[in-house]
């Protein structure tokens, strides 16, 4: 700090009366001599402090008798419809085949309500006991067929062979003459070259034909909820759980550690991105067990599962 300089005692008095009285301000108010600040009629102001902002889904932790959790607003990236041709929870829509955005933003919510709402909502957490806490991202579900593309993989699909024909295989509806009506029976170990049947000259498609959908998936809605049990909930292609965290309470409803846990986990730290790879199926009915599946695979439930920090957690 600069040092402030002696009362004058001589020279002219208004000019003495006038030097004095702003040292005596000076005593009084302690300027600071630095960067940024500023004087005024009030005193020497500093500068505003830098605004710390909020990491998206930082947890807000409130225990007592009436414990709950509330979650900072964050977003979640991912493909976006904006309409309800698909039930997200029961169908497949037939009538896109891409989503209209495919790097949305989307933000979680509690109990139906936004976690940026006015009056932020809250995870009521029970005790004593450990609180799990998951997030469901519910998924919409487009069926399509693709055309025209290289595909290639281990993958079970009949194939369906047009080896014999009683109509035009142009719109097959027209019957065709009894001279060019054929029906053959396919040995054992037939290659696609093998199949090439049928008149050109009708339009026949010789060859044989693989009959698939792919089906593509973008995020309709997504929610965090709590439960007593660690492992997560069954999913479905519909949906999926992301574990975002656990608290443990006593019976006072104060954060305590069962064993040797940690009592306390959270692992949700800015904005996420959630993706589900697009699944190739069977375009035909059939037997699963002979390739004419057409519905994904449903997943398993995890026969163990426990989260990072946890007491059984080797």
Not at 55 to 78: D, E, L, M, R
Not at 103 to 112: D, K, L, V
Not at 172 to 195: A, C, E, F, V, Y
Not at 253 to 262: A, E, L, N, R, S
Request: glycine share 8%.
């Amino acid at each position: 700090m600069h040092k402030l300089p002696e009362k004058l005692t001589g020279g002219w008095r208004h000019h003495v009366q006038a030097h004095n009285e702003l040292l005596e301000y000076a005593h009084k108010t302690h300027p600071i001599p630095a960067h940024g600040y500023r004087q005024t009629i009030n005193g020497t102001m500093p500068r505003r402090p830098y605004e710390q902002q909020t990491t998206q889904f930082t947890p807000f932790i409130s225990t007592g008798a009436n414990p709950k959790c509330q979650i900072s607003p964050g977003v979640i990236y991912s493909q976006y419809i904006d309409d309800a041709q698909a039930d997200s929870s029961t169908t497949q829509s037939t009538n896109r085949d891409f989503p209209h955005l495919q790097s949305a933003t989307i933000e979680p919510t509690i109990n139906g309500t936004k976690l940026s709402a006015d009056k932020a909502p809250a995870l009521a957490i029970t005790y004593p006991g450990n609180n799990y806490i998951y997030l469901k991202l519910t998924w919409k579900a487009y069926r399509s067929k693709p055309a025209g593309i290289l595909f290639t993989g281990n993958h079970n699909l009949v194939p369906t062979y047009p080896a014999g024909t009683q109509t035009d295989q142009k719109d097959g509806t027209n019957p065709l003459p009894l001279s060019k009506q054929h029906n053959h029976t396919i040995p054992g170990g037939t290659t696609s070259g093998d199949m090439s049947i049928g008149d050109a000259s009708l339009g026949a498609n010789p060859g044989m034909i693989l009959d698939i959908n792919c089906i593509l998936y973008s995020l309709s809605a997504a929610e965090f909820f709590t439960q007593a049990d660690q492992a997560p909930p069954t999913e479905t292609e519909f949906f999926t759980y992301l574990p975002a965290g656990y608290i443990s309470l006593d019976a006072n409803g104060k954060i305590t550690k069962f064993g040797t846990d940690d009592g306390l986990r959270w692992f949700l730290n800015g904005a996420i991105k959630a993706w589900r790879d697009k699944q190739w199926v069977a375009g035909t009915d059939g037997d699963p067990d002979e390739g004419g599946r057409v519905e994904p695979v449903a997943p398993n439930d995890p026969e163990e599962y426990i989260m990072p920090g946890q007491a059984t957690d080797a």
